[in-house]
Each structure stands twice: as C-alpha cells, then as structure tokens.
C-alpha cells in the first residue's frame, strides 16, 4: 500500500478492497461457517456496539441533513471502505505468509526512497507519470508511511527480523520527514514519543495518558481555533508558514462558531463538503462564514462536532475509550505499540484531512491489520497476571 500509494496517491481503497476480496474469497473456499463467525464474533462486544451506535446516527443524521445527496456520496466512498477494511483485520491475522512481511518492508523501503528522490528531483517521477507537478502529492503517501510502519515493524521484530524493523522505521522517517506534510511529521513524533512512554511508564499510567490525550482531542476540538488564537505565538506561525497555521487556525474558529450556534445535533453527516451553504452557516456573522466552503475543518474531531453534534461527540469518545480498554489487556511491547498507532492516527486527525476519507480509513485498516498479525497479539493480561498494574 505505500508504494502503491506514492505511485497513485489515491489508490489504498482498491489496495485493501482486493485484499478484503482475496481473504474473504479464501476463508469461504476454505470453511464458510467459520468464516462467519470469524466475521460477526467482534460484533458482539461494548466497543462494536459504541462504534456501530456511532455509525447508526451517521444514517440517522441524514434526515436532517440539507444535502441528503451529498451525505450519501460521502457514505458511499467511506462505508465500504471501511467494510473492506474490517474484513481484513478479521480474516487476514493468522492467514498472512511469513515473507509478507519482509515484502511490505521492502515496499516501505522503496516508498520512502523515492518520496525523498522525486523531492530533491524537483519532482522528476511525477512528471514521468503524469501527475500533478506538486510537492504536496506525496502528503497522502507520508501519513500511510506513517500508520503501516509501526505495526509492521512489530512484525517483524517479532519474527527476529530485528535489521528489517529498524530499516522500516529509518525509511519511514526518511519520506515523513522530506515530505512537505507537517501533520505527517506531527504523526511521527507523537507515535515514537507515545511508544516511549508506554514503554517506560507503568501501564495504568501509559493508559491514562492515551486516555488524557484522547479526551482532549474530543472535547477541545470546538474551541481549538479559540484556543490557538489566544494561545500560539506570531513565531511559531512564522515556522509553520508552510503549513498555512493562520488558516487552519481561522478555519477551526469558524467550524468551531458554527458548532456553538448548534451544538446538539449537528448540521447532517457529510455537509462539511457544502458546510457554507447550511442554515447554520448562514446564521453567523459574515467573517465567521469566509472559510467554511473548505470543504472540511482540517480536524477530525470538530468534524465529527460539526456533522453529528454532541451525541456524535460522544459515541466517538466513548468508542475510543473502549478501545483503550482493549488495547489495556496487551503484552508489551504490543501495547506500546498500539497506543504508538493511536497517538499517531489522533495527532494527524487533529490537524489535517476530511475525517471520512476513503485513502484514510484504507491506511487505518491496514495498520490495524498488521497489529493483529502480530505473533501472539490475542495474548491479554488479566489483573491477577499483570505485575505492572
């Protein structure tokens, strides 16, 4: 999928739909009733039920919604991603071949190679291909580097593959970090500085500072325009200017207004497409309105505050809180690297894209998958075996 992604910077939905087919075509060949239950056993636990909650008032929400059309187009390109998705992470554990991971350290490797060339070359592969002329092109493969490399670094280490892990950690920092991408780079020292600390800390307290973060990031996302207006100092603007930092910052103020004007239910799923063109967008005052035809307030949370209001909030976090339990339960080093993925994903979605975005949701789901590939990765502690507690 990285190197899939920098050749078509678009292409990690077809990437992990075609894996989704070939692992699902296979466990049925190979017993169709196991695959069945392999498919709806994760279903019946509290952290399935948050999610699909979540996911239920996202239909919902298209009664109230004043552009049903465009919430299904966005529903369109997001469900069956995320379907493909979920597919994977049930069927594929257990089933990956033992040099798939070495493969997918070579693709990393390649990956970032040629991020870090096509940069200095002035884009020379680009152009051979095609594409757009634009150092931004490679944003999108940056932010997968980001999510897979983790989880398959893991992998790896797992097996004894210690070179091969620390090699797709190196080349993953190289394309990150040439990159343009500040939210890929903000991805990559949050991940790494969470891994640390989980290592380091006692395991309540690694949880604890995951759940901090997490808790932030829902509750404060309608008032971080405020915030960093108040906040964030002309000097760090200056440095980020590559990162338009001013505009983000009056976009999340604007998203942020809209969200104080209708707080309790949200303007529909999808509307950020055509956010300016709502009712409660034309109910603001009209510098608050200059900025909300973006197309998405460049943080996941206040999108989530934006379309489907507090309830949406809500399920959200409490999603993401049983996820943390979950992820509580794991040996080390698998729960460091967990809440390193976590740390990372939350940082990007902080700051960066359309929460519901196909190429994303495809990155997720495959980190995801490779951290339950891991060998041994159903082992969880139970309280009277965790001497870290």
Do not use: K
């Amino acid at each position: 999928m990285p190197l899939a992604m920098v050749l078509a910077n678009r292409s990690s939905p077809a990437v992990i739909g075609l894996a989704a087919l070939a692992f699902l075509a296979g466990r049925l060949i190979e017993d169709r009733s196991a695959a069945v239950r392999q498919i709806l056993a994760p279903l019946s636990n509290p952290l399935a039920g948050a999610a699909l909650a979540f996911l239920a008032w996202s239909v919902v929400s298209f009664a109230w919604s004043p552009f049903p059309a465009t919430s299904l187009r966005v529903a369109g390109e997001f469900l069956p991603t995320l379907a493909a998705a979920y597919l994977l992470c049930c069927l594929a554990p257990g089933r990956i071949p033992a040099f798939a991971p070495r493969l997918g350290a070579a693709s990393i490797a390649l990956a970032g190679l040629l991020i870090a060339i096509d940069l200095a070359s002035d884009l020379a592969l680009e152009r051979a291909l095609g594409h757009r002329a634009a150092a931004f092109v490679h944003n999108r493969p940056a932010l997968t580097l980001d999510l897979v490399a983790g989880p398959l670094a893991l992998v790896l280490w797992r097996q004894r593959a210690r070179g091969l892990a620390a090699a797709t950690l190196i080349f993953t920092a190289l394309g990150v970090l040439r990159s343009i991408s500040g939210a890929a780079q903000l991805g990559l020292i949050a991940g790494l500085a969470m891994f640390a600390a989980a290592r380091l800390l006692p395991r309540r307290a690694g949880i604890g500072l995951a759940g901090l973060g997490l808790g932030l990031a829902v509750a404060l996302a309608p008032v971080e325009g405020d915030l960093l207006t108040h906040l964030m100092p002309e000097a760090a603007h200056e440095r980020l200017v590559q990162s338009s930092s001013r505009a983000r910052v009056a976009i999340a103020r604007s998203f942020g207004a809209a969200v104080a004007a209708d707080p309790w239910r949200g303007a529909g799923y999808g509307t950020s497409a055509r956010f300016a063109e709502t009712p409660v967008a034309q109910a603001l005052v009209p510098e608050m309105r200059v900025l909300l035809g973006v197309g998405h307030p460049h943080n996941s949370f206040l999108q989530v505050w934006v379309e489907l209001g507090l309830p949406g909030a809500f399920l959200a976090a409490l999603t993401l809180m049983l996820m943390l339990a979950r992820i509580a339960r794991l040996y080390q080093p698998d729960r460091a690297a967990a809440l390193g993925l976590v740390a990372c994903a939350v940082a990007i979605a902080f700051v960066e894209h359309n929460g519901w975005a196909a190429w994303w949701t495809a990155g997720l789901g495959a980190a995801i998958t490779w951290m339950r590939a891991v060998p041994g990765a159903g082992a969880v502690l139970t309280p009277e075996r965790d001497g870290s507690a």
